[in-house]
């Protein structure tokens, strides 16, 4: 059999084999059944390392689902390996705390640590994620169920049954559900007007304290609103640096009452993974639930915790002519330069990524713009192409001197010769605002 058809039948092998952490025996016994040698053991631990190192380049942009999948494919092909299975077990932490306090997230994150511990019990993070697991489901439970004495909760349970039969059930519940569960601090309780998902309550924030710091912050949209049976706070807008270029933002959510006394805190680390230039605007899109009653909130205000602005100094990079599809319209002009590109080789195929500055030089405002990026081989043909929408139809508008980063991947198969490809860039639809 060819060397690599055997390591591709024990791949196909592990990844059949049934839940759970798989001894050492079973694995040698799968090695020997295809007669894998010690080179063939090589090059595995070597694609497991290229699964890390792509869940590290999917994790410095931002994207924790796409370097979850990366070190699932590291733990499949490498089942025993304890810190694969502790670095999956950050990467569900992480999840859970950027996108919501999920079920199977945490379940996840509980489930590695616990293979982390089998395979090498000094590693004590695996046991403090575990410990994390378990409160925070304590907390999003209400805490332990208190041991009541057998004869009360017979006598109560019969009770119940006399107020059930005068119509009085609904009021016993809750009576019982507070005695046995008290409510803790900043744990979620139910909306005092019946749920309705169709009504979302806007906040505006009355104080952000960003221009202070050479920061300016653009607010679209402020506001509570229903989810899956419970509250959640949402924040959208831009956040820009006239003058400096911004590494790193964070800034404090403030939720305060109508006597003004804070009710909650929340910080949003803002990190485009890239130097944001003076003039660009980096998005902000928020989203946490709320462990408040919403009714409460009074006031919102936002202010910069720990900023890192840091001085720029422009670099020369490579202008790209912009061709035009639809009508070139008066008083919009503009320029693209190109500040990184990086090609890496993937496990099954190549990857690009690009990073594009793109500027409106002309006094119109721009409020929708499409780019379609094109790579063609020396006979004119379209052999790659991607679509790009730098100015969106529900994002704010592109002013006059502004520059925005453009960051966009794409992939293509090892039998394509990427070096032999030119590329342009076209305006495919533009609009302006009113």
Known sequence: MAEEDKLKQYMDLLENLPGGLPNEKMLRKLQNQCDLEP??????DMLVERHNDRADIYLHRDNVSGAIEEMERASQLSPRDAFVHLNLAKLYKNHYENYGFIERDRQRTKEEAEKTLILDSS??????????????????????????????IALLSIFLLILLLFSMRNILVDWVTELINPTEPFVYTAPPEPF??????????????????????????????????????????????PSLAIDRADLELRFLDDSRSLLYSETLILDGKALILPGETLPVNHFFYIPFPPEKVEQISLTPVDPILVPYEKEKTDKMKIWWEVAKPEGVRLTLEEREATNLEGYDRN?????YDIKQSGPKKISYLELTFRWKDLSENTVKSQVIRPVSSDGPYMEQGESRAIYFETTTPFSLDWDSLFGDVTVTALELAP
């Open 351 to 355: 990857l690009h990524y690009f990073t």
């Open 123 to 152: 590693l004590t993070e695996a046991s403090e994620l575990i410990n994390e697991v378990d409160l925070l489901h304590k907390s999003l439970n209400g805490g332990l169920r208190q041991k009541r004495p057998v004869v009360p």
């Open 196 to 241: 309705n998902p169709h009504l979302p309550r806007e906040i505006p924030l009355e104080h952000y304290g960003v221009a202070e710091n050479s920061m300016e912050m653009t607010i679209q949209s402020s506001r509570v609103l229903p989810v899956n049976d419970h509250w959640g706070y949402e924040l959208q807008g831009g956040l820009t640096s």
């Open 39 to 44: 080179s063939d053991l090589k090059k595995l």
